[in-house]
């Protein structure tokens, strides 16, 4: 099994532009089912390169084509709109992959979404998420991966892809590997992720990638202490070298100034390991522990 | 992007919150003096110089100054401009009229991440840091998360009224304290902020409550829909760093650090454990540098041509995991971003990894460019690059 995407997946494209047209195209070639694109001007024509139709709207997607799952690929500034409209079209999954949506934008997206429920929201600024073998939903490298019995999650895309290849090296596969993004207000956070996995029966071990700022890895962590205690899981947190106040590269990696503390990556990983968990220093590191602790059986 | 006192005050202004007279934003101690003579013969009793500067504490280190004379302007002026407040140089001070205080408050909103809100913060103690009567005091301090569904229409005049009633405001001033919490709230949201506070407000001996401070923070992701949004940039105080300014215009995600070894890689996260590879390896990091997902000839050269012009870097560190982009287009990146900056002492030690890798470290090896050394690990990348800086 898998979780949130498998072969069932029917995937509607929103934004088609070069950026879109890309990366759909290669989901397509992996497997992935995607069944139209949406084009506020295009509706009724083909789209090029993938040989799918393309609709006015997500709600003729799903009505017509069959779509449960939307990849959100528009520019930031219609990002809003498009996830709410993917909401109301009644798919199941929708995909923000578009980096740099404003924060106001996404409480309420938020609102809507995620606190009514009954959609899953994963992004915005994330890589999306790939079922290895099954499906891959946005901009995650495929091939670097094959599928096995570790489950994946991430606030980073290339640190993930690191520690994918690093298992992968050591002959480790990947149930689902999620891209839970970088931004401050996200639909699917870590929790969200574990909790999937620890009720997926073919995820065996859990790695999760956190980043300095938020505190959404401890609320993970004591989770994870209270309720599978017996999963091996493995964590790293990036940026134990990022001064305070300075935003490094996502827009929710900050350790605040003079805030409540728990921000930086050293209070981080000493929470988790109070909760049992082994934390790495570096991604390599990451990979080794996830391959010791599944050696030992 | 952070507003400075009198950039927040003017965008107060604009949306009906309550300031004092408005001031005049001065870089010389001539515009100093003659600001201080027009205020002063406006009818103003004394003026307020205050440092310019994104960074709080200003008044502990000497940066803001009472002057009940044109002289007394002149010469906090020459002691103020040019100062160093933890780090930052005052290169502009705001003459401001100065307003009679009868009480101090604290009032703030603020983007709330963890509850996916808005926290709105009201205090009876203000003038202090608020962290600081939070540990000593919890009590005096009001907080209240608004859920955007709550306040669709804005923050309601009687969750206002609440809130500052709760906080214990004297009952004179509740009213007007509430309308400028309603005020406060929409100039947050209008305004795509994700923090405006004001430390402190104030009651004045005529009992009236105005903003003595204005902490502002706007969100840039949010510039498209604000027309003068690149205005709020001002020069000496927005370019903390010369590099980082360069960057900025670029497009360029780009962190100055203050360690030997430039550090350049593709992915945010990856960047960011790259910082702490070199750490752990016994080094410093320069910088952090983000190339973005293409990793392209073009994005290397403009990256690469960055870190190598602060001086403090002695070795770089480029740390490439090849996804989508392959292995052997990075290195053809490498190699030609090699050759458009020309001569350059630094080694850039390469860590490659990911999608056709292999044929990327050969291409690497073949082009036998005096100034590439490869490594096969981060860690061993690391190592080097360290010991590289170290012997420069």
Known sequence: MSIFIDESTKVVVQGIGSQGTFHAKRNQAYGTQVVAGTHPKKGGTTWEGLDVPVFTSVKEAVTEAGANTSMVMVPAPFTKDAILEAYEAGVETIIAITEGVPVHDMTEVYDTVVRRGGVRLLGPNCPGLISPGKSNVGIIPADITFPGKVGLVSRSGTLTYQIMHELAQAGIGISTCVGIGGDPVIGTQFLDVIDAFAADPDTEAIAFVGEIGGAEEQKAGAWIRDNIPDIPVVGYIAGFEAPEGKQMGHAGAIVKEGGEGGESAAEKKEILEGYGISVAMNPSEAARLMIERLQQG | ?392
């Open chain 2, 1 to 392: 992007m952070d507003l400075v006192e009198f950039q927040g005050k003017q965008l107060f202004g604009r949306n009906g919150v309550p300031v004092p007279p408005p001031g005049t934003a001065c870089r010389t101690v001539d515009e100093v003096v003659a600001a201080a003579e027009k205020h002063i013969g406006d009818g103003a009793t004394a003026v307020m110089v205050k440092a310019q500067v994104k960074t709080g504490g200003r008044g502990l280190a000497g940066g803001v100054k009472y002057a009940p004379s044109v002289d007394a302007a002149r010469e906090h002026a020459e002691a103020i401009l040019g100062l160093d407040i933890k780090g930052h140089i005052v290169n502009v001070v705001y003459i401001e009229p100065a307003s009679d205080i009868a009480e101090e408050y604290y009032l703030s909103v603020m983007h709330d991440r963890v509850n996916k809100g808005h926290l709105i913060i009201c205090s009876r103690e203000g003038g202090v840091e608020i962290e600081e009567v939070n540990r000593t005091n919890p009590e005096a301090v009001v907080k209240r998360t608004l859920l955007p569904a709550e306040s669709l229409n804005g923050l309601n005049l009687g969750t206002a009224r609440g809130i500052v009633a709760e906080a214990k405001f004297p009952a004179d001033i509740v009213d007007e304290t509430a309308e400028l919490l309603v005020k406060l709230f929409a100039a947050y949201r209008d305004e795509d902020a994700t923090l405006a506070e004001i430390n402190p407000l104030i009651k004045t001996e005529q009992g009236q409550v105005i903003a003595l401070d204005a902490k502002v923070t706007l969100d840039d992701n949010a510039a498209f829909r604000h027309d003068g949004f690149s205005e709020w940039k001002i020069e000496g105080i927005d370019a903390d760093d010369p590099l980082e300014a360069e960057a900025k215009a670029k497009g360029i995600q780009y962190v100055k650090l203050d360690g030997s070894v430039g550090v350049l890689g593709n992915g945010a996260g990856l960047v960011m454990a790259t910082l702490d590879v070199v750490a752990q390896s016994g080094g410093r990091a320069a910088n952090f540098l983000d190339v973005g997902g293409g990793a392209s000839a073009d994005a290397m050269a403009e990256s690469l041509g960055l870190v190598l012009k602060d001086p403090s870097v002695k070795s770089v560190f480029i740390n490439i995991f090849g996804g989508i982009t392959r292995g052997e287009e990075v290195a053809n990146g490498i190699l030609e971003a090699i050759k458009r900056l020309g001569d350059f002492p630094q080694k850039l030690v390469v860590r490659l990894d990911g999608t056709n890798a292999e044929e990327g470290r050969r291409i690497l090896e073949d082009a036998a460019s005096d100034s590439v050394v490869a490594a096969a690990t981060m860690q061993e990348a690391a190592a080097t690059a360290v010991e590289l800086a170290s012997q420069a």
